[in-house]
C-alpha cells in the first residue's frame, strides 16, 4: 500500500526557517517524481517545487523561489523541503504527492502538514 | 498562463446529480484529472485522463471533457462526497490547477 507522511509542521514567525518532511512507504520511491503543493485557507491548490527520482532534478514556483529547496534521501525513502525566508503567505497545509509521467497527474497524496507563518 | 476557472461552490441535494466544471480555452485538447479534498484528509484521485476512474473510485464518479469545458458528474450524491473537488491539467512542462469547488450535499 502506497503511503505518503508528512511531519515537521508547526508555528513559526516571519523570516524564519522550518524544514518539512513526507516519509513514503509501499512503492519504489526512487523511481517517481515528487512534488510540494500547498493550500493556502480559503485558497486552491499551488504547487511549490518538485525533484526528480535521483534527486538531479528540480524545479520551484516563482512564489518560493530561491527561498526553498527541495531534495530526497533515497536510502530513507524520504523527501524533504527547507522553507526559508518565510513570509505570512506561506501560510498553507504543505502536501507531498506522487506524480505520474504516464499522464502528468498526483496518484498518491499525503495527508498535509500545516504551516503557520506568523509573530 | 494556462488558467483552470472553477465555480467557487455547488450545491446538491441528497440523492441527486452534481455537475462541477472546470474550463479554459480548448481544455479539451488536453488530459483533465480531478481531485477530492476533505478537510484533514489526504486528496485522493478521482477521475485521470478526463473519465477514467481510479480503482476503488465509485462509479458514481464520471468524468467529460470536450471543447472549452471539463466536468466531473456525481450521480446519486451522498452525504460523504462533500468536499472541495480540484481540477488539474499539464500545460507548458507545469502543473495547473484550478481553484477549486466546494461540494454541500443538502
Known amino acids: 500500500e502506497v503511503q505518503l507522511v508528512e511531519s515537521g509542521g508547526g508555528l513559526v514567525q516571519p523570516g524564519g526557517s522550518l524544514r518539512l518532511s513526507c516519509e513514503a512507504s509501499?512503492?519504489?520511491?526512487?523511481?517517481?517524481?515528487m512534488y510540494w503543493v500547498r493550500q493556502v485557507p480559503g485558497k486552491g491548490l499551488e504547487w511549490v517545487s518538485r525533484?526528480?527520482?535521483?534527486?538531479?532534478?528540480?524545479n520551484y514556483a516563482d512564489s518560493v523561489k530561491g527561498r526553498f529547496t527541495i531534495s530526497r534521501d533515497s536510502a530513507k525513502n524520504t523527501l524533504y523541503v527547507q522553507m526559508s525566508s518565510l513570509r505570512p503567505d506561506d501560510t498553507a497545509i504543505y502536501y507531498c504527492?506522487?506524480?505520474?509521467?504516464?499522464?502528468?497527474?498526483?496518484?498518491?497524496w499525503g495527508q498535509g502538514t500545516l504551516v503557520t507563518v506568523s509573530s | 498562463s494556462y488558467e483552470l476557472t472553477q465555480s467557487l461552490s455547488v450545491s446538491v441535494a441528497l440523492g441527486q446529480t452534481a455537475s462541477i466544471s472546470c474550463g479554459e480555452t480548448?481544455?479539451?485538447?488536453?488530459?483533465v484529472h480531478w481531485y477530492q479534498r476533505k478537510t484533514g484528509q489526504a486528496p485522493i484521485l478521482v477521475i485521470y485522463?478526463?473519465?477514467v476512474r481510479p480503482s476503488g473510485i465509485p462509479e458514481r464518479f464520471s468524468g467529460s471533457n470536450s471543447g472549452n469545458t471539463a466536468t466531473l458528474t456525481i450521480n446519486r450524491a451522498q452525504a460523504g462526497d462533500e468536499a472541495d473537488y480540484y481540477c488539474?491539467?499539464?500545460?507548458?512542462?507545469?502543473?495547473?490547477f484550478g481553484g477549486g469547488t466546494k461540494l454541500t450535499v443538502l
Open positions: 504527492a506522487r506524480f505520474t509521467w504516464a499522464a502528468n497527474y498526483f496518484d498518491y
Open positions: 509501499g512503492f519504489t520511491f526512487s523511481a517517481y517524481w
Open positions: 525533484i526528480n527520482g535521483d534527486g538531479r532534478r528540480t
Open positions: 480548448d481544455i479539451g485538447t488536453k488530459s
Open positions: 485522463r478526463d473519465s
Open positions: 488539474q491539467v499539464w500545460d507548458s512542462n507545469n502543473v495547473v
